[in-house]
């Protein structure tokens, strides 16, 4: 499993991966920013998934996580957030955030396996296609000091 920071050229691949796991997608535009300007890590050859989060201070926010529906089920989620993880330490991040819809049950456990404790409810946040919108459970994990 290769598991290496985003490129600027990776912007395609993101959004073809975000496409096939979101209702509302961002687009190969959206990522190429987010590329220049923010912590990406992703995982495979071709891609199979990816983690972006934007740090500030001693706080980062795991803005998106995806992996290929096809892929899925082989802990990249997982790695993805370990390396991250590291390497927020090292930056001198002490407290990662994130949201998640309330009703996607395997990132839910998933995060909560990792030490991610919820915190609050943002009410109707993400908006469905079909059906009512759904909650966003928003969840923080403390990470150790560097050393």
Partial sequence: ?????????????????????????????????????????????????????????????????????????NGYARSLLAASKQELVGLGVMRLFLEVAADNLPAVSLYEREGFLPFGVRKAYYRREVGPNMDAQLFSCALPAAH
């Fill in 1 to 73: 499993m290769t598991l290496r920071r985003g490129q600027v050229g990776d912007g395609a691949a993101l959004a073809r991966i975000h496409q096939a796991a979101f209702d509302h997608p961002w687009s190969e535009g959206d990522f190429s920013a987010y590329l220049a300007s923010d912590l990406v890590w992703v995982i495979g050859q071709p891609i199979s998934g990816f983690l972006l989060i934007r740090a500030i201070g001693d706080e980062a926010e795991i803005l998106t996580l995806a992996v290929d529906p096809a892929a899925r089920r």
